[in-house]
Nanobody, 116 residues
Framework: VQLQASGGGLVQAGGSLRLSCAAS????????MGWYRQAPGEQRELVAT???????DYAESAEDRFTISRGNRKNTVYLQMDSLKPEDTAVYYC???????????WGRGTLVTVSS
């Protein structure tokens, strides 16, 4: 499984960005996908996750500002980020895992920088 993330960049506080991640290879119809992020000097943290059926969960920091979604073919995942804050600055990584399996496949990450 390979994951390719895109959509990061520099944005002012209060702005929006939309991240995309496309998975290729051995994809199963019930795979779970999502996003983590890692700020400089910090540990990687979960941002949001979504099942193939569209059930989404968010970290408290992402609630009400970020929206995760899947593409129609289920091999893509998006993260719409609104009302961005400087503390959202991080490298964002998409992942895919098998349902009820802990192992994750990771993309390379895309940098999001929010200026104040």
């Amino acid at each position: 499984v390979q994951l390719q993330a895109s959509g990061g960049g520099l944005v002012q506080a209060g702005g929006s960005l939309r991240l995309s991640c496309a998975a290729s290879g051995s994809i199963l119809s019930n795979d779970v996908m999502g996003w983590y992020r890692q700020a400089p000097g910090e540990q990687r943290e979960l941002v949001a996750t979504i099942t193939s059926g569209g059930t989404a969960d968010y970290a408290e920091s992402a609630e009400d500002r970020f929206t995760i979604s899947r593409g129609n073919r289920k091999n893509t995942v998006y993260l719409q980020m609104d009302s961005l804050k400087p503390e959202d600055t991080a490298v964002y990584y998409c992942y895919l895992r098998r349902l009820q399996r802990p192992f994750k496949y990771w993309g390379r990450g895309t940098l999001v920088t929010v200026s104040s």
